[in-house]
Every structure is written in structure tokens, then in C-alpha cells.
């Protein structure tokens, strides 16, 4: 038998591509890489309308509208390189002129190692790009229509992802599209129970597994991707195919944040309505009852289905039924009545005094359809302002009689004390001019007497001028005290550090002879009467000196210190101090902490000061310790606060 060639081998084959080739839907057309046509199949005649002898032979840009040119181009430099192009969307040129979309998929044409041109094969996809456009448009449309809407709007496919939001789905769930695009439903649309907290079920998950309908469960909130929450409402429904397959679920819902808290402002208005103890009625504008809550029942005793439709005149007493014409003629202006103070009458036909409150009820439209009263009975509260205003009569003549009785009992007191303080100065007036006398006279017999006087009346002789000597300080003290008890003061600009001074000076002779620190700070000027303020530093350096004599170096210091909030000045020694449990009582006139035989003294010195200070509207206290020294502290007047008198006091 005769071995057949290969080319009788090539041959069926050849055939059977090229039939294929011809009855091929998509044009299959074959060019060299100068870009000269070499092949073209009838598809290619049909999609381009060029016959094959028109073209073949021709250059491929026949086809190529004017501003692709530089595409073809790219495809044979790509093609050269033996680069295969797939699914290439462009458009293409009829010969009629029109551009029609195509999809083109160009191979290089080998033909023993070397590439020679190439191979297209280009489906027309003009019907396709058609449909997408539609789609697009429509879609386009449906965005629009969704974004202009109120409602929030969330669109999944069916896997349940989200597919597009609307602007006010955004809003509420914190989400952008961008973001939110392929994410699972359940992430973005975060549902718990309003009161429980637990998750929600997502209804566009039943949406899509059952094909049907769903509503939101009541008291829902969404958390929306920030934390903020919203009361939602509102449906998930699936979308459908025309085959009826899911394609996916659309979800629209709400914020009715608002509403709730209105629903829940009004059941929380009703349920104050029936708790209140007031008697809460409404009426409309001809008198007529409409509402009729518990509080009402008790007051007036109708129940409210005997005083519901009835007229409000039922509980208005005859001789008062004007005040409701008044009342009803306010109201149709608009008008609010505040505590208005009557008289109704209960079902029992007895007569309560009552305190109303009375507003117009308005409809949408803003006008007056009716009035809401308070009513709250006022009958105890009454009785009991009149048994306060008749014991306030009472207690203003009790008060009369007792401001009378004071007046004439502190203007005997103040005769009396006038009277004692003329008697105290004329005691201590009228003893001093005889003990002077004594003295003088004791003093000139022991003169007189001379050095040979017996040792026994003399020593008798000298106690007696001492006894006297003490009697006569004491007098003279006392009438020091009397004397400050009653000056008035003549108050003025006073330099203490000029005052403090003077007093240093006073006292020069009982410095004599001992070693002195003084320690004079800064001090002001002050308001007050020099005379006293005089006595009174006298008085507390004269007690610094005197207690400072056990000393070998006496530390007296004079300053101003900020204390108890104040401006206060002190006087300080480094003297034998005190125990403070005697301090109460250090102020006290003729207390002594120390004896006669320690040291001198009356014990009205510091009550002076005590009274100088008090004439100056001060405070004075001390401060000490046994064998320690002690610090004595004032204040001149309570209106001077720490830092009035001075820049910058001591702390």
C-alpha cells in the first residue's frame, strides 16, 4: 500500500479549520505585520460589511476609526514581540460609517520560528456595551431615586454584602459606601434590643433565606459605626429576577429617635396625668369636659364617666359661673391663667377653695380647640394662712409689748451703769486725795523722825507708806479703767510705729540700768484714737519689761501679721510666760497670774488694752508658754481684712 504525503495529511485538516473559520460568528481576520490584510471571513463581511475581495490586500486601518489610530499601532509593536492580546474592548468603524463596540482578540502568526502577522478574532459587543449602559443608566436612575428619598436604604447581593447605601444610610450607620462595599450586613447594620442589649436579628438575613418580608422588631436600635444610637423601624424585602431566583435584599429603614421620645414624653405625661394629686381636666372651648383624670375624682367626687360630656359649670359655684365666661374668653385670645385663686363646689355640694392653672390647647394649625386646668385645692393651705397671719398679729403686739418692756428695762440698765461708772470715778477720785495726804504725811514724820528711829517702827513705818503706795497704783488704775470705759474716742489717721515709740520712751526709766533688744517692724498707719492706742502698747510693752526682769538680755519685738484672716499686730518677750489654761481669764480686771511678791502690779493693765481694742472693734489673745516667753495679738478693726492696710503683711 502507498504511504499517503503529509501534505494529503495537512489537506482534511485544513479544510475543516477553514469551514470552521467560515461559519464562525466572531470575524476572524488574519494581517501582516505591515498591518496589510490577508485574511477575512464571512462573519467579518457581515459585523464590518466589507466582502472579502474589498479588503483583502488593503490596510487594516479601514476599519479603524480616526481616533484609534495609535491603538493599532501599540497592537503590532505588542505582536512583534510575540505578545498575545485577550479580550481587547474597543471600537471599530463599519463601512457605512457606523462605530460599532467589539472585543478583539489578537495571536501572532508563526510560521517556522519567525513571526509573520497575526490573527484577530473580534466579537461584536455592541448589543453587550447596549445592555451595560442601560444597566448603568438605570442603576444611575435608581441611585438618584434612592439618594433623593428620606428613608435610609441598604442594598446587599445575595450573599448578603452590602452592594450600595444611600446618603442617609451612611448618616445613620457611620458608614461610607467605599467602606461599607462587600463588608457582611451584620457589620454594618449593628442591631441590638432597646432594653436588653442582645443583638437583633438582621431582617435582610430572612429576607434573603426565606424570599420574604420582614419587619424590624420593636424597640430596636442601631449603633451606628461611631457608638452614636438611633430607635429604627421600617422593612427588608428581597430582590427578585424575572425567573424569580434572589438576587439579593433591599433594607429601608428610619431614625424615629424623635417619635420615641415623643411616645415616651406623652406615656410619661399620661402616667403623671393619672398619678398627679391635682385635679387634671380638659375642656373644649364651649365648657365641655372632655378628660377627667384620678386627681379629679378625689377632688371634686364625680367619676369620670359621670363628668366626661358634661358641662365644667357642674363644679362652678352660681355666684362665680362669670369667672369661667372670663376665663373661656381668654383663652380663645390664647392667653394663660397662672394661680388663679377661687371657689368650686364638690359633688357632695361642698364648697373648697382652689388655686387653678388654666392653658389653651392649640391644634397643628395653631389654633385654640379647647383648655387643660389644673385645679389643686388650696382650703388647707388657706386655713392655715389664716392662723399664720392671726399669729402674726399676735406676735407683733407680743413683740410691741416686749420691745416696749426692753426699751424701758435698757434704759434703766444704762441710767444704772452711768450712774455706777460716776460712782466708781468719785470713789476712786475721793480716796486718792486722802491716800496722797497719808502719804505725804507718813513720808514727812519718818523724814522728820530721822536715822534714830527704833528699827521695829520704822520697818512699820516703811510697810505702811508701801501698803499705801500699792493702794494709790490701784486707785489710779482703777480710775485708768473707768476713764477708757467711758471716752468715746475720737478716731483719726494714727502712725503706730510712732505711737510704739513714744511708749519706748515713756518707759525709759524702767529700762535703766538692763540690757534691751528691741525689735521695732514696719508698721502703718492705722484709724483710731491715739490716746487709747497710746495706753494700750504702754500698757503691753510696760507687762514685756516687767516679765522679761529675770532675763539677762530682755528680746522685745513690736510687728504686724496676717492672722485669723486678719491684719493683727503683735507684741512678743522672751519673759517667763504663762500657762495658757489661765488665759480666759487673763483680760479680767484685777486677775493676777502672779503674786504681789514676784511682781508688781493691779492686774487692769491688760484689761485696758482689752477695752481699748473692743472701742476699736478688735480681738485680743495670746499666745504663751511657762518659762517661754508670750506673744500678745489684736486686731483694730473688722472691717480691715489682711492685706488692707498693708502691701505685703508679714506671714
Same mark, same amino acid.
Given at each position: 500500500?502507498?504511504?499517503?504525503?503529509?501534505?494529503? *495529511?495537512?489537506?482534511?485538516?485544513?479544510?475543516?479549520?477553514? /469551514?470552521?473559520?467560515?461559519?464562525?460568528? *466572531?470575524?476572524?481576520?488574519?494581517?501582516?505585520?505591515?498591518?496589510?490584510?490577508?485574511?477575512?471571513?464571512?462573519?467579518?463581511?457581515?459585523?464590518?460589511? &466589507?466582502?472579502?475581495?474589498?479588503?483583502?490586500?488593503?490596510?487594516?486601518?479601514? =476599519?479603524?476609526?480616526?481616533?484609534?489610530?495609535?491603538?493599532? =499601532?501599540?497592537?503590532?509593536?505588542?505582536?512583534?514581540?510575540?505578545?498575545?492580546?485577550?479580550?481587547? !474592548?474597543?471600537?471599530?468603524?463599519?463601512?457605512?460609517?457606523?462605530?460599532?463596540?467589539?472585543?478583539?482578540?489578537?495571536?501572532?502568526?508563526?510560521?517556522?520560528?519567525?513571526?509573520?502577522?497575526?490573527?484577530? =478574532?473580534?466579537?461584536? %459587543?455592541?448589543?453587550?456595551?447596549?445592555?451595560?449602559?442601560?444597566?448603568? *443608566?438605570?442603576? /444611575?436612575?435608581?441611585?438618584?431615586?434612592?439618594?433623593?428619598?428620606?428613608?435610609?436604604?441598604?442594598? $446587599?447581593?445575595?450573599?448578603?454584602?452590602?452592594?450600595?447605601?444611600?446618603?442617609?444610610?451612611?448618616?445613620?450607620?457611620?458608614?461610607?459606601?467605599?467602606?461599607?462595599?462587600?463588608?457582611?450586613?451584620?457589620?454594618?447594620?449593628?442591631?441590638?434590643?432597646?432594653?436588653?442589649?442582645?443583638?437583633?436579628?438582621?431582617? /435582610?438575613? +430572612?429576607?434573603?433565606? !426565606?424570599?420574604?418580608?420582614?419587619?424590624?422588631?420593636?424597640?430596636?436600635?442601631?449603633?451606628?459605626?461611631?457608638?452614636?444610637?438611633?430607635?429604627?423601624?421600617?422593612?427588608?424585602?428581597?430582590? +427578585?429576577?424575572?425567573?424569580?431566583?434572589?438576587?439579593?435584599?433591599?433594607?429601608?429603614?428610619?431614625?424615629?429617635?424623635?417619635?420615641?421620645?415623643?411616645?415616651?414624653?406623652?406615656?410619661?405625661?399620661?402616667?403623671?396625668?393619672?398619678?398627679?394629686?391635682?385635679?387634671?381636666?380638659?375642656?373644649?372651648?364651649?365648657?365641655?369636659? $372632655?378628660?377627667?383624670?384620678?386627681?379629679?375624682?378625689?377632688?371634686?367626687?364625680?367619676?369620670?364617666?359621670?363628668?366626661?360630656? +358634661?358641662?365644667?359649670?357642674?363644679?362652678?359655684?352660681? *355666684?362665680?359661673?362669670?369667672?369661667?365666661?372670663?376665663?373661656?374668653?381668654?383663652?380663645?385670645?390664647?392667653?394663660?391663667?397662672?394661680?388663679?385663686?377661687?371657689?368650686?363646689?364638690?359633688?357632695?355640694?361642698?364648697?373648697?377653695?382652689?388655686?387653678?392653672?388654666?392653658?389653651?390647647?392649640?391644634?397643628?394649625?395653631?389654633?385654640?380647640?379647647?383648655?387643660?386646668?389644673?385645679?389643686?385645692?388650696?382650703?388647707?393651705?388657706? +386655713?392655715?394662712?389664716?392662723?399664720?397671719?392671726?399669729?402674726?398679729?399676735?406676735?407683733?403686739?407680743?413683740?410691741?409689748?416686749?420691745?416696749?418692756?426692753?426699751?424701758?428695762? $435698757?434704759?434703766?440698765?444704762?441710767?444704772? &451703769?452711768?450712774?455706777?461708772?460716776?460712782?466708781?470715778?468719785?470713789?476712786?477720785?475721793?480716796?486718792?486725795?486722802?491716800?496722797?495726804?497719808?502719804?505725804?504725811?507718813?513720808?514727812?514724820?519718818?523724814?522728820?523722825?530721822?536715822?534714830?528711829?527704833?528699827?521695829?517702827?520704822?520697818?512699820?513705818? !516703811?510697810?505702811? %507708806?508701801?501698803?499705801?503706795?500699792?493702794?494709790?497704783?490701784?486707785?489710779?488704775?482703777?480710775?485708768?479703767?473707768?476713764?477708757?470705759?467711758?471716752?468715746?474716742?475720737?478716731?483719726?489717721?494714727?502712725?503706730?510705729?510712732?505711737?510704739?515709740?513714744?511708749?519706748?520712751?515713756? #518707759?525709759?526709766?524702767?529700762?535703766?540700768?538692763?540690757?534691751?533688744?528691741?525689735?521695732?517692724?514696719?508698721?502703718?498707719?492705722?484709724?483710731?484714737?491715739?490716746?487709747?492706742?497710746? !495706753?494700750?502698747?504702754?500698757?503691753?510693752?510696760?507687762?514685756?519689761?516687767? &516679765?522679761?526682769?529675770?532675763?539677762?538680755?530682755?528680746?522685745?519685738?513690736?510687728?504686724?501679721?496676717?492672722?485669723?484672716?486678719?491684719?493683727?499686730? &503683735?507684741?512678743?518677750?522672751?519673759?517667763?510666760?504663762?500657762?495658757?489654761?489661765?488665759? /480666759?481669764?487673763?483680760?479680767?480686771?484685777?486677775?493676777?497670774?502672779?503674786?504681789?511678791?514676784?511682781?508688781?502690779?493691779?492686774?487692769?493693765? #491688760?484689761?485696758?488694752?482689752?477695752?481699748?481694742?473692743?472701742?476699736?472693734?478688735?480681738?485680743?489673745?495670746?499666745?504663751?508658754?511657762?518659762?517661754?516667753?508670750? $506673744?500678745?495679738?489684736?486686731?483694730?478693726?473688722?472691717?480691715?481684712?489682711?492685706?488692707?492696710?498693708?502691701?505685703?503683711?508679714?506671714?
Amino acid at each position: 500500500m502507498k504511504k499517503p504525503s503529509s501534505h494529503q *495529511d495537512a489537506e482534511p485538516a485544513n479544510n475543516l479549520l477553514a /469551514a470552521i473559520i467560515d461559519s464562525s460568528d *466572531d470575524a476572524i481576520i488574519s494581517k501582516d505585520l505591515s498591518g496589510t490584510i490577508t485574511s477575512w471571513n464571512r462573519a467579518a463581511e457581515r459585523i464590518f460589511g &466589507y466582502a472579502a475581495h474589498e479588503v483583502i490586500g488593503g490596510p487594516i486601518s479601514v =476599519i479603524i476609526p480616526p481616533d484609534r489610530g495609535s491603538e493599532e =499601532i501599540d497592537i503590532l509593536q505588542r505582536i512583534s514581540r510575540g505578545e498575545r492580546i485577550d479580550h481587547f !474592548q474597543t471600537s471599530r468603524m463599519r463601512k457605512d460609517g457606523k462605530r460599532i463596540d467589539v472585543s478583539v482578540t489578537i495571536s501572532p502568526l508563526v510560521q517556522d520560528g519567525r513571526i509573520i502577522g497575526a490573527s484577530k =478574532i473580534a466579537r461584536d %459587543i455592541s448589543d453587550q456595551k447596549r445592555l451595560e449602559r442601560e444597566i448603568h *443608566d438605570q442603576r /444611575a436612575r435608581l441611585q438618584v431615586t434612592l439618594r433623593s428619598i428620606g428613608d435610609a436604604v441598604i442594598v $446587599t447581593n445575595a450573599n448578603g454584602e452590602v452592594d450600595y447605601m444611600n446618603p442617609v444610610a451612611e448618616a445613620l450607620t457611620g458608614w461610607n459606601v467605599p467602606d461599607a462595599h462587600g463588608q457582611p450586613l451584620e457589620a454594618v447594620f449593628n442591631i441590638v434590643n432597646e432594653t436588653t442589649r442582645r443583638r437583633v436579628e438582621n431582617p /435582610a438575613a +430572612r429576607a434573603l433565606q !426565606q424570599g420574604v418580608v420582614v419587619g424590624l422588631a420593636n424597640h430596636t436600635l442601631l449603633i451606628a459605626r461611631g457608638g452614636l444610637e438611633y430607635a429604627i423601624d421600617d422593612t427588608a424585602a428581597p430582590i +427578585r429576577s424575572e425567573s424569580d431566583d434572589i438576587l439579593g435584599a433591599v433594607l429601608v429603614f428610619r431614625d424615629v429617635s424623635a417619635s420615641r421620645a415623643s411616645d415616651d414624653f406623652r406615656a410619661r405625661l399620661a402616667s403623671i396625668v393619672q398619678s398627679s394629686d391635682d385635679a387634671i381636666i380638659s375642656k373644649d372651648l364651649n365648657g365641655r369636659i $372632655t378628660s377627667w383624670n384620678p386627681g379629679a375624682v378625689k377632688l371634686f367626687g364625680y367619676p369620670a364617666e359621670e363628668a366626661i360630656g +358634661r358641662p365644667i359649670s357642674m363644679v362652678i359655684p352660681p *355666684d362665680r359661673l362669670a369667672e369661667e365666661t372670663t376665663i373661656l374668653e381668654q383663652l380663645r385670645r390664647g392667653e394663660r391663667i397662672e394661680h388663679f385663686e377661687t371657689v368650686r363646689i364638690t359633688r357632695d355640694r361642698r364648697k373648697i377653695q382652689v388655686s387653678l392653672t388654666v392653658s389653651p390647647v392649640f391644634d397643628a394649625e395653631g389654633h385654640v380647640v379647647g383648655a387643660s386646668k389644673i385645679a389643686r385645692d388650696i382650703t388647707d393651705r388657706k +386655713r392655715i394662712e389664716r392662723e399664720l397671719a392671726d399669729a402674726r398679729d399676735r406676735l407683733k403686739v407680743h413683740s410691741e409689748q416686749l420691745e416696749k418692756t426692753v426699751g424701758e428695762r $435698757t434704759a434703766e440698765l444704762q441710767s444704772a &451703769y452711768r450712774e455706777l461708772e460716776a460712782f466708781t470715778y468719785s470713789v476712786a477720785h475721793d480716796l486718792r486725795s486722802p491716800l496722797r495726804r497719808m502719804q505725804g504725811f507718813l513720808s514727812a514724820l519718818k523724814n522728820d523722825l530721822g536715822p534714830g528711829l527704833a528699827r521695829d517702827p520704822a520697818d512699820l513705818l !516703811q510697810r505702811t %507708806i508701801f501698803s499705801l503706795d500699792r493702794l494709790d497704783r490701784l486707785v489710779a488704775d482703777l480710775l485708768e479703767l473707768s476713764r477708757v470705759g467711758k471716752e468715746a474716742g475720737q478716731f483719726q489717721a494714727v502712725a503706730l510705729d510712732q505711737v510704739v515709740q513714744q511708749a519706748i520712751a515713756d #518707759l525709759r526709766h524702767h529700762t535703766e540700768g538692763r540690757q534691751i533688744e528691741w525689735k521695732i517692724g514696719a508698721l502703718p498707719v492705722v484709724r483710731g484714737d491715739p490716746g487709747l492706742l497710746q !495706753q494700750a502698747f504702754l500698757n503691753l510693752l510696760s507687762n514685756a519689761l516687767k &516679765y522679761t526682769r529675770p532675763r539677762p538680755v530682755a528680746k522685745i519685738e513690736v510687728d504686724r501679721i496676717v492672722a485669723r484672716g486678719r491684719l493683727a499686730f &503683735y507684741v512678743r518677750d522672751n519673759g517667763i510666760g504663762f500657762n495658757m489654761e489661765s488665759a /480666759a481669764k487673763l483680760f479680767t480686771p484685777f486677775h493676777r497670774l502672779h503674786s504681789e511678791r514676784e511682781f508688781e502690779g493691779s492686774g487692769v493693765g #491688760l484689761a485696758i488694752v482689752e477695752r481699748v481694742v473692743r472701742k476699736h472693734g478688735g480681738q485680743i489673745w495670746a499666745d504663751a508658754k511657762p518659762d517661754g516667753g508670750a $506673744t500678745f495679738f489684736f486686731t483694730l478693726d473688722n472691717d480691715t481684712k489682711a492685706g488692707d492696710t498693708i502691701a505685703n503683711p508679714q506671714t
